[in-house]
């Protein structure tokens, strides 16, 4: 864990971070951390990226703005889309990039938010934020535009987001 470096994301890490995923079975195209690089090229974001003796670890966004109605009505910046690499986990390295991450909302709000998913493939994401002082925002779970209401149908998938807010001291 000593040779942990967290700096920020450069243009030139778009194909370096897709083909880590790809080795891994996911699919996160280049495009996606070069338009991560020109959000925060105009300081729309703060994307983090870990590394591990040299090695591509994992990343973490700050957004300024979110897209999360309750966040964005009171000015609560977003950690977002919080990725380690399955190879790289278990050694604290999500722990040291949420750490950056705190401490760059910090420069701006007392307060973090963050969604998490609600089926079992975010369990140790969960499980980490609890551990971190996360707390549910108490309106309950969102999909795309809208809190889920007491008796509506719907698919759980990546869509369907519990969010959580901690003060920051």
């Known amino acids: ?9 450069t243009k030139q890490d778009a194909q370096v971070i897709s083909e880590s995923f790809q080795e ?4 996160k195209p280049p495009e996606l951390y ?5 959000e925060q090229e105009k300081g729309k974001r703060v994307t983090l990226i870990a590394e591990l003796n040299g090695q591509f670890a994992g990343y973490v966004n700050v957004i300024w703005t979110s897209q999360y109605p309750s966040f964005q009505e ?11 690499l399955m190879k790289f986990q278990r050694q604290g390295i999500g722990s040291k990039l949420m750490d950056h991450a705190e401490k760059v909302v910090k420069e701006r ?6 969604g998490v998913g609600v089926y079992a493939d975010y369990g140790k994401a969960q499980v980490l934020y609890a551990h971190r ?3 549910p925002d108490g309106r309950g779970l969102h999909r795309d535009d809208h809190y889920l209401q007491p008796g509506e149908e719907t698919i759980i998938d990546d869509e369907v987001v519990l969010y959580l807010t901690k003060k920051l001291l």
């Open 133 to 135: 002082g996360y707390i």
């Open 34 to 38: 070069e338009r991560y690089w020109e």
């Open 24 to 27: 891994q079975g996911w699919h």
């Open 1 to 9: 864990m000593s040779n942990v470096h967290i700096r920020l994301l």
């Open 74 to 84: 009171q000015g609560i910046p977003e950690i977002n889309d919080f990725n380690v």
């Open 109 to 114: 709000s007392e307060v973090a938010g963050i």
